[in-house]
């Protein structure tokens, strides 16, 4: 990948590096409607597993991170290729490290393996990608989430070893013409699970 061939951050200038945010791709295959990363970054391209695990090795290793951060606008896209390699590669190294997915994660990529795997490599903050339960809104965005796929992914999670104090879920608000009550019985929907 093209994207292997750039350097890391120079995160090595932080005086006190205690955490690192690791970004494996640029850009998103989706096109939801509320989003810019198709403006930002109109190819979606990735760089390749092994080179995002010499990029954890380095910081970890050299410089004694612990904590990492996914900021990628679609980890979990073909996730057999890519975040499954990925921490398999955590696990076979004997990583103790702990990983967080801030940018929230497309509920309908989780199934049992992934999310034994999140929880075995060190996942400790998962961020689902809801925002909303209005399923004709669903579909008119971007189509990639359903009010099943949000329950199968938490369901897959906890039945992995989750708390669901560990599960946040994005709900979004002040979209175009979107009501009050909307964002409620959204809300109401996650809280329910």
């Not at 750039?6 to 295959?29: E, H, K």
């Not at 599960?167 to 929907?189: A, C, H, K, R, T």
Request: proline share 5%.
């Amino acid at each position: 990948s093209m994207l292997d061939d750039l350097p890391w951050p120079a995160l090595d200038l932080y005086p006190n590096l205690r955490s690192a945010a690791i970004l494996t791709s640029r850009g998103c295959p989706f096109s939801c409607s509320f989003c810019a990363s198709r403006i930002v970054a109109p190819n979606y391209r990735r760089r390749t597993p092994e080179h995002v695990l010499q990029e954890i090795r380095n910081w970890h290793e050299q410089f004694d991170v612990n904590q990492f951060a996914f900021f990628d606008d679609a980890l979990l896209n073909r996730a057999d290729e890519f975040i499954k390699p990925i921490l398999n590669g955590v696990l076979e190294n004997n990583w103790k490290l702990n990983f967080h997915t801030p940018n929230g994660l497309a509920p309908r990529f989780f199934d049992k393996e992934l999310a034994q795997l999140f929880f075995a490599s060190g996942v400790k903050t998962v961020r689902l990608s809801f925002e909303t339960l209005n399923k004709n809104r669903q579909l008119a965005m971007s189509a990639k989430v359903s009010n099943a796929d949000l329950v199968a992914a938490i369901r897959f999670l906890k039945d992995a070893g989750f708390k669901t104090t560990d599960i946040g879920v994005y709900v979004m608000m002040g979209l175009p013409d979107q009501n009050v009550d909307e964002v409620v019985d959204s809300i109401d929907f996650v809280h329910g699970l």
